[in-house]
């Protein structure tokens, strides 16, 4: 793993070990705000309350028995791609090995919300983690937590998720359980689980309103919530400031969107200038991303400059900048590889 921090423990993807789809869970990608539990599932209950009928306490047995289903999600941590923001942004150097891929398994959350009962007028759900921590001088102590609307709590595709990639999760990806929000950015698919809550108005919780926001020039204070996944493709070989052979090579790459799959990849080999499609190598699917591969002949000496770049059926499409944000979240502009052309085949 390439570490971005020791403690707590933040480490990203390399790139160059992302083979095919899925990314094995001992090389998933890291992003934690305070130092992770450790939690006995033995004696792990979710508790789901608030504004419910009913209060319910599962434990890690009862969620087992529930009817489950898998799904293969990519993760994307919000401030993948901070590092290629101008003027830099505040937060985690993460550079484009935030976002891993998973098989993840578990209970849709809208299942057990049946069960508890939504009582009326309740617009958020609140997921709870065990972690927490002092989180600015104005707050003091939060515990890291996250609302969702109750549509997308409800939504059938949102998991209580247990096992990744057919493993019981592993302790630095949540376990026993986490939340699995497909097409959200990373920071919605709370870990390590303690407590649901259903409530009515607007969560106010330190990640939710002072973090996961837009923070933009001109935005008056009104904050856009940090949600669905930007369009994004990324090259993985050659990597940046790699030297290429003269002759025939293939660029490799992955892309994804959160908003709608994603229709096509375009590589570029002259900096941007002129654009040509890549072809898939993965199947199609609705929150995984999808491989790709560009037959490239390096015909002269130097250094060049790839870039790809994928539109989503939704028509959203990768730009060149993006409208820069104080905190550094959702850099989706097209990826630069320079790569120094040269020596004999
Ligand atoms: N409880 C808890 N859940 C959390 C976090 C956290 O620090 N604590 N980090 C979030 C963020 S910002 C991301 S990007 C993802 C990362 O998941 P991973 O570490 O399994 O890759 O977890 C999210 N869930
Ligand atoms: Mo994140």
Redesign the pocket.
């Known amino acids: 793993m390439n570490v971005v921090t020791e403690q707590p423990a933040n480490a990203e993807t390399p790139l160059q070990l992302q083979r095919g789809v899925i990314t094995p869970n001992e090389l998933?990608?890291?992003?934690?705000?305070?130092s992770f539990p450790q939690i006995d599932t033995s004696t792990w209950r979710l508790e789901i309350g608030g504004e419910v009928e009913r209060t319910v306490s599962l434990t890690y047995r009862e969620l087992l028995s529930m009817p489950s289903r898998s799904l293969t999600v990519t993760?994307?941590?919000?401030g993948n791609g901070r590092t290629g923001m101008n003027p830099p942004a505040e937060g985690e150097p993460w550079q484009y090995g935030?976002a891993?891929t998973a098989e993840w398994t578990g209970v849709p959350l809208a299942f057990v919300l049946e069960g508890v009962g939504l009582s009326e007028g309740v617009t958020e759900i609140v997921a709870e983690?065990?972690?927490g921590g002092h989180v600015s001088d104005a707050r003091g102590e939060e515990p890291?937590a996250r609302s969702l609307p109750v549509p997308k709590a409800f939504h059938p595709d949102t998991l209580l998720a247990y096992a990744m990639n057919g493993e019981p999760l592993p302790d630095?990806?949540?376990a026993p359980v986490?939340l699995i929000v497909p097409g959200w950015?990373?920071?919605a698919?709370?870990?390590?689980l303690k407590r649901i809550h259903a409530i009515r108005g607007h969560f106010d919780g330190y990640f939710q309103v002072d973090r996961y926001v837009f923070v933009e020039p001109g935005d008056g204070g009104l904050h856009r919530p940090v949600t669905e996944i930007a369009v994004r493709s990324i090259i993985t070989t050659p990597h940046d400031g790699a030297t290429a052979h003269l002759g025939n090579h293939l660029v490799r790459g992955l892309a994804w969107s959160g908003a709608a799959p994603v229709e096509s990849v375009e590589v570029s080999v002259d900096g941007g200038q002129t654009w040509q499609p890549a072809l898939w190598t993965s199947e199609p699917s609705r929150y995984a991303w999808r491989a790709w591969e560009f037959r490239w002949d390096a015909t002269t000496p130097g250094p060049v400059i790839l870039a790809s770049r994928a539109r989503d059926a939704a028509g959203n499409t990768q730009p060149e900048t993006i409208t820069w944000n104080e905190l550094g979240y959702g850099n989706n502009a097209i990826q630069r590889v320079a790569v120094q052309v040269g020596g004999e085949v």
């Open positions: 998933f990608f890291m992003r934690n705000r305070f993760l994307e941590c919000a935030a891993s983690g065990h972690d890291f630095e990806h949540g986490r950015y990373g920071m698919s709370v870990k390590w």
